[in-house]
């Protein structure tokens, strides 16, 4: 799969205790019970879970195992709109749903049994319509932190709740589930990522190094190739942060002042390196090795970061400004005016052989460099705040202080509305690209897409789904292949028959299901969803953009940004 999988995604030991290591005395009952998600997006992302409230429309099958995702790690609240009654055919189906449930209101029953599953949630239930809903009570949206909308909704509805949304940069998600195929797409028309969770954060600087850096290192070069003045096992455990400064300096002493700066000049570097060891068991000087190449780079800001600096929301900060960007804009004019283009220091340092108090002291070296830099950017940040007519303390140091460990990796998405898609042009290549390939998923979206024209039809009053009436199957097939060349020739993407046999194909699968739901799908496509909400409210980890296809026959997904 093509997604950032947050489930799978663990971190590195240090990382898992981190959390845990920073609470005095014994964990509480509620971390305990949330330990294992704690570790993944640790206690701010937890508490964005549960100020959130989750609004679903229609309780489907792949709805409610979504929303269940969501229960389990404890959002605050959820609410259910939908006005059906429970049928026969959605016992197959959906697992929170029972005998018991027949004529009643599906919204509430789904409710009840969901907030079964965590006593900390909240639920509420509607029942009623999205359609009049939006009509009646569009101010009522605004309470909603997140979106998710599924089953058969006309297409004017969808549009309809997308224009009210993405003007408030809420978050919606459209799931759709027919038989083996699975469909999501988000529209949110900004989000920004701080905690991106990359693989490590380490900036040793060793190419610039800092002043305070620079003096410890100094202690030890004097002596370090001296056999008389140290002895093996202290050579063994120089810190190979040291040993790296050391080299660098002997080897510019021999190469006009200048740096390893080519892959075949930092390999002539290590077998350098391994000239300097006094035995072949040196750990140290292996650790020295393996670091040129991932540390060797000179002090760079991200292309994703430079966006962010770029963009014209932190070029130009107004009062009602988001922290993200006052701080986004405080470290960027610490890093331009002040530091050579250079960001805050995150102050980690990895593992690595050394006696303990060499390692403390190197790492406290780290640490007090940066808290000065912190420092210095939480200042910039009360001067923009005063300079804006806000309360200087507003934003507070832990906030700055997680942006200054991950500016490096910061992201901002910008994901396009279902009306820019819909209206307008998806991304045209994109899809012509991808119609030549017979076993594209491409052909399911266009598939998908002629099925919401077919429920959303004028005459088709109560929204029936093709292929729910075997006698009409294939009058049906042809009127969503009719519907398929319609999309086509709107986006100017020329086509033939031959093109689109793989559109055929899939426009027959979904027509066979009649609109039905299957559990492992459904399930499946809970699981997925779920992830990718988490981590939008969370505002952790690499969110999906824009749309999700999932073909259950063959196991494949693919992520396309239309």
């Not at 990382?15 to 609470?23: D, E, G, L, V």
């Amino acid at each position: 799969m093509h997604i950032n999988c947050l489930w799978t995604t663990w971190p590195t030991l240090s990382r898992i205790y981190s959390y845990s290591m920073s609470i005095p005395g014994a964990p509480t009952a509620k971390e305990k019970k949330y330990d294992r998600q704690l570790r993944l997006w640790g206690a701010a992302g937890q508490e964005a879970l549960e100020n959130a409230h989750i609004l679903l429309v229609n309780a489907t099958a792949a709805g409610t195992e979504t929303l269940k995702n969501l229960v389990l790690p404890g959002i605050g609240r959820f609410t259910i709109i939908d006005d059906a009654v429970v049928k026969d055919e959605d016992l197959g189906t959906n697992f929170f749903l029972d005998d018991n449930s027949i004529g009643l209101s599906r919204a509430q029953k789904t409710c009840e049994l969901l907030c079964e599953l965590n006593p900390d949630v909240q639920g509420d239930h509607i029942k009623d319509n999205i359609t009049n809903f939006i009509h009646t009570n569009p101010e009522k949206l605004k309470t909603f932190t997140t979106v998710i909308i599924t089953g058969d909704v006309p297409i004017s509805t969808l549009l309809s709740l997308d224009n009210l949304l993405y003007t408030l940069d809420i978050p919606l998600f459209v799931l759709k589930c027919v038989g083996f195929t699975m469909t999501c797409r988000l529209a949110l028309s900004e989000h920004a990522i701080v905690e991106t969770h990359p693989d490590s954060t380490v900036d040793l600087r060793l190419l610039k190094p800092f002043p305070e850096l620079v003096a410890l290192y100094e202690e030890k070069a004097a002596i370090m190739d001296d056999k008389e003045k140290m002895s093996e096992h202290d050579h063994g455990h120089i810190p190979y942060v040291v040993i790296l400064l050391k080299a660098l300096d002997d080897w510019r002493s021999t190469h006009g002042g200048n740096i390893p700066s080519n892959y075949r000049e930092k390999n002539e570097f290590k077998s350098f390196l391994r000239g300097k060891m006094w035995n072949a068991d040196e750990e140290n000087f292996e650790e020295a090795i393996a670091a040129v190449l991932p540390y060797f780079n000179p002090p760079s800001i991200a292309s994703t970061t430079k966006e962010i600096f770029e963009d014209k929301k932190c070029t130009q900060l107004t009062a009602t400004s988001s922290n993200f960007w006052i701080i986004a804009r405080a470290i960027k004019n610490f890093a331009y005016d002040d530091n050579e283009g250079i960001l805050p220091l995150p102050g980690a340092l990895p593992d690595m052989k050394a006696e303990s108090k060499d390692y403390i002291r190197l790492q406290n070296v780290y640490k007090a460099k940066a808290r000065a830099d912190l420092a210095s950017v939480m200042e910039i940040v009360r001067v923009l705040l005063s300079g804006l007519g806000r309360d200087p303390n507003s934003i507070s140091e832990s906030d700055v202080e997680t942006f200054c460990k991950h500016a490096g990796f910061a992201r901002l998405t910008r994901v396009r509305s279902l009306n820019e898609e819909y209206e307008h042009n998806p991304k045209v290549k994109t899809v012509s690209n991808e119609l030549s390939d017979p076993t594209s998923l491409m052909h399911y979206y266009l598939g998908i897409r002629a099925y919401e024209m077919f429920i959303s039809e004028e005459s088709n009053s109560k929204h029936t789904p093709p292929g729910i009436d075997d006698s009409t199957a294939e009058n049906d097939a042809e009127q969503l292949d009719q519907y398929v060349t319609v999309i086509l020739d709107k986006l100017n993407i020329a086509h033939s028959p031959e093109l689109l046999e793989g559109t055929s194909k899939a426009v027959r699968e979904i027509v066979r299901v009649g609109g039905g739901e299957l559990h492992n799908i459904s399930s499946l496509a809970g699981g997925l969803v779920a992830q990718e909400i988490i981590k939008v409210i969370t505002k952790q980890y690499i969110p999906m953009n824009n749309t999700v296809i999932f073909d259950g026959i063959s196991s494949r997904s693919q992520v396309y940004e239309l």
